[in-house]
């Protein structure tokens, strides 16, 4: 299968392809011939293991070349790809790994304990491979019992192209995303079509010459996939470990950044750092900020164009399963408050009313279903969900939009209940499952209310049993044992019994409303 890489590789070896420069000074860079190279390395290291088309591989990580190493080196050998977020927990891990059949996991040092921990649990994980070994700063590998040295074995492999056969159409990537079930799903893709990208990137003017920054972490699907458009650009990836907002000024300003992909948190930590603070650093080298992952506010939208140059701030409608789907061009964003723009070309979106129809007419909400060659192929061992997303040649995640007289989308709801906090997803029934373990809990209900800096945080109404004194404070700190971090109910509030339809399901709904109806509108 040709690799965008790979040619970048033969036109432009000494280009740099990754840029890691830490607050301690320590750089790393990587050419696009030397990423091309390591990415060989890898792919036939992991043939070696007996790794290779079809198999499910773990990468798990905070941003690093290594990360972009493996983004690359999979497709090589036809192993699907399963990025997992590296802040959850062993038990929401272990099932991810078990649910994928994940047959390798490739790991940064400092969570190769986490994986070394619930390897027995997994006896289709035949390798944990770990890499970096820098958790601490620059470093040695970090030895894990039962963890092979990811660094040893990319030293001893071949950097030639991997002689493997891979069809063109084979599933590349396996993405983890909450849906219509209480546990997370693997939503399968396959390889982005050039053609189809073609006009969302002339759309936004995306340009070889590009400079990218990660302003999120690659295992989410927007960064990742948008890092993934720079490196078949040919652009300059600059990857920052971890977010801070002062740091990702100061890449800005040193590598002339001229494009990214952001949702709200990052860039709210941005522009509400102190004046003389951002004074610091040059910032009109930005061209395109991609927004999306999660709604950003009018206010945020203005505060960042306080900030940032008028004509850098579009914003793109899309998911994990479908794609990019609408795009708002810097020169509506004041004029179309609450829009997410119109349908990128190639893209067709219908609106179904609750009648099972589609709307025809404006400003008449409808659910969202997109048909276009970004689609998402199934969701894996979850075939009742795949077909309920589904109608005809069209697929929906829940959400649900109207159409401006002018065919701007505004989404207005969520079929769903899903919380969408800081750009991740949490799906209720998970924070509801940890909430129930306690023995003070009959039952809980969790949805998102607004927040300002998250876009949304999790907000629990909990149901106590008779007899037990429940503390907020200790209930939520009793979930940590669950959940990751993001999906930590922020409030909770108690009442006697919940609301319920006629057939027992509880209406979130009128649990959301109060904390939402001054908010709706554009």
């Known amino acids: 299968m040709a690799s965008p890489l790979s040619a970048h590789a033969a036109a432009t070896p000494d280009r740099p392809a ?16 030397e990423l091309d190279r390591q990415a060989n390395r890898l792919a036939n290291a992991l043939l070696d293991l007996g790794v290779g088309p079809g198999d499910a591989v773990v990468w798990c990580g905070p941003n690093s070349p290594d990360v972009v190493r493996a983004m690359h080196a999979l497709p090589r050998i036809g192993a699907v790809a399963v990025p997992l977020n590296y802040r959850l927990t062993a038990e929401e891990a272990t099932y991810i790994l078990d649910d994928a059949d994940a047959g390798a996991a490739y790991v940064d040092a400092e969570l190769a304990p986490l994986f070394a921990g619930i390897r027995p649990a997994l006896p289709r994980l035949r390798h944990l491979i770990a890499f970096g070994g820098r958790a601490e700063g620059p470093g040695a590998y970090l030895p894990v019992n039962g963890a092979l040295d990811g660094d040893a074995l990319l030293a001893g492999a071949r950097d030639t192209e991997p002689a493997v056969a891979v069809a063109a159409d084979a599933p590349t990537a396996m993405l983890y995303t909450s849906g219509t079930t209480g546990r997370p799903k693997g939503a399968v893709r396959r390889p982005a079509d050039p053609e189809a990208l073609r006009p969302l ?22 960064p990742g996939g948008y890092l993934g458009i720079a490196h078949r650009l040919g652009n300059t990836a600059v990857v920052q470990r971890r977010f801070d907002p002062e740091d990702w000024l100061r890449l800005v300003d040193r590598y002339r950044v001229t494009a990214t992909f952001s949702a709200p948190t990052p860039i709210r930590m941005v522009v509400n750092l102190p004046a003389a603070v951002k004074a610091r650093y040059d910032r009109s080298s930005m061209k395109r900020m991609i927004a999306n992952a999660a ?51 190639g893209v067709e979106i219908a609106l179904v009313g609750e009648d099972g129809r589609e709307v025809t007419h404006p400003y008449v909400p409808g659910e969202v279903y997109v048909r276009s060659a970004g689609t998402f192929v199934a969701y894996h061992k979850a ?114 019994e919940l609301p319920r339809t006629g057939s027992g399901k509880v209406l979130r709904r009128v649990l959301r409303e109060p904390y939402w109806k001054d908010r709706r509108g554009p």
């Not at 300002?452 to 939520?476: I, T």
């Open 201 to 222: 990137l002339e759309a936004v003017g995306h340009r070889p010459d590009d400079v990218y920054i990660t302003t999120g972490p690659l295992y989410h699907s927007g």
């Open 383 to 496: 075939e009742s969900a795949t077909r309920a997303s589904r109608r005809g040649d069209f697929a929906s995640v829940g959400d649900v939009a109207y159409r401006d007289d002018e065919g701007y989308y505004h989404i207005c709801d969520r079929k769903s209940d899903m919380i969408i906090s800081g750009g991740m997803n949490v799906y209720p029934a998970e924070v509801e499952a940890a909430l129930e373990r306690h023995p003070g809990v009959v039952e809980a209900a969790a949805f998102g209310i607004p927040s300002e800096e998250w876009g949304e945080s999790v907000h629990a109404v909990v149901v106590p049993r008779p007899g037990h004194a429940l503390d907020a404070a200790a209930l939520m700190a009793a979930t940590r044992t669950h959940l990751a971090g993001y999906k930590l109910p922020r409030s909770v509030s108690f009442a006697d």
């Open 18 to 33: 990754v840029i890691e420069d830490r607050p301690d000074g320590t750089v790393t860079t990587l050419t696009f011939g």
């Open 295 to 345: 709604p950003w506010s009018y206010a945020l939208k203005l505060a960042y164009l306080a900030d940032f140059p008028e004509d850098s701030l579009w914003e793109v409608y899309g998911s994990t399963e479908l794609g990019v789907n609408t795009v708002l061009a810097p020169a509506d964003q004041r004029r179309k408050p609450g829009s997410c723009g119109r349908a990128v070309p």
